[in-house]
């Protein structure tokens, strides 16, 4: 089955017991978006905050990835259990919710889908909202198993640069990619991380929705400069590159990694090489 639901599928499963919808949305502005609705949720939804909550707080990176024992306490704590069909969505269309997929796939929990469109896409077919979310679970009994090739250091994505067999992607602008404007945070270099390729998410949209495997596939085709083994995927600080690992999920592509760290940390970290 796709990572990819429809409004309608969710709507259709809503009586589901085992149905777990999840709100993934973050405050970053698209700047393409108009304001986001901060207001509405989608009935029954939970907040999923890796921002603050499912994250590695004791790190000065932004969002990183929590170990397993804290997710999966977290996990828990929002009434998830081994069986959950956990459904995330985000208030910006497909933008923050594929992280919020890929970080339950890196836990093994493979019943879990991106409502494409998000939020938005659930307003424009009709269906109710409502301003609060669901309060009213259990703890659950979440127990997933973190497999650490998912989210992979700067130490691995290093030693992968002479390697022929990875390929490194990098999901930022083109104009971020080649050093020819400044990066948004302060203090962080500008360029790229040497051999990689530059496939920018907004590319991979329809509005706030994905395109099709058949418009992905010639774009991936044309932006992954060879065949690898494996792929690595990074952006500003590992939101964007999962949008574009799950174009690559749709397009058939497997060995796929998102570096987490990504830019915030390798454009700071003077003991890494970029190239612009």
């Not at 400044?182 to 390729?197: V, W």
Request: aromatic content about 10%.
């Amino acid at each position: 089955m796709s990572p990819l639901v429809t409004p309608a599928w969710l709507a259709e499963k809503q009586n589901d017991p085992r149905l777990v919808v999840l709100d993934a949305s973050i405050d970053f502005q698209i700047p393409s978006e108009t304001e986001k609705d901060k207001v509405n949720k989608i009935p029954g939804a939970r907040r999923f905050d890796y921002d603050s909550v499912f994250c590695d707080t004791e790190c000065d990176l932004p969002h990183m990835m929590p170990t397993e024992a804290r997710f999966n306490e977290l996990a828990q704590q929002l009434g998830l259990h081994q069986d959950s069909i956990i459904v995330v969505y985000d208030n910006s269309g497909t933008f923050a919710s594929p992280r919020a997929w890929w970080m339950f796939k890196a836990l093994g929990h493979n019943d879990v889908y991106i409502l494409d469109g998000g939020l938005t896409e659930w307003k424009a077919q009709g269906y109710t909202v409502t301003q609060s979310y669901d309060d009213s679970y259990a703890p659950g009994h979440f127990a997933g198993t973190l497999d650490p090739r998912f989210f992979v250091d700067a130490n691995y994505v290093l030693s992968k640069i002479d390697d022929d067999s990875s390929l490194t992607v990098d999901a930022r602008s083109k104009a971020r990619f080649l050093a020819q404007v400044a990066e948004p945070r302060p203090g962080i270099r500008s360029g790229h991380i040497p051999g990689a390729c530059c496939l920018p998410f907004a590319e991979l949209m329809n509005g706030h929705q994905m395109k099709s495997p058949t418009e992905l596939q010639p774009i991936l085709q044309q932006a992954l400069i060879r065949p690898a083994d494996e792929y690595l995927f990074s952006c500003g600080s590992g939101v964007t590159a999962c949008i574009v690992l799950l174009a690559a999920t749709l397009c058939g592509y497997q060995n796929l990694a998102v570096y987490d760290g990504s830019w915030t940390e390798w454009g700071q970290r003077h003991d890494l090489p970029i190239e612009k």
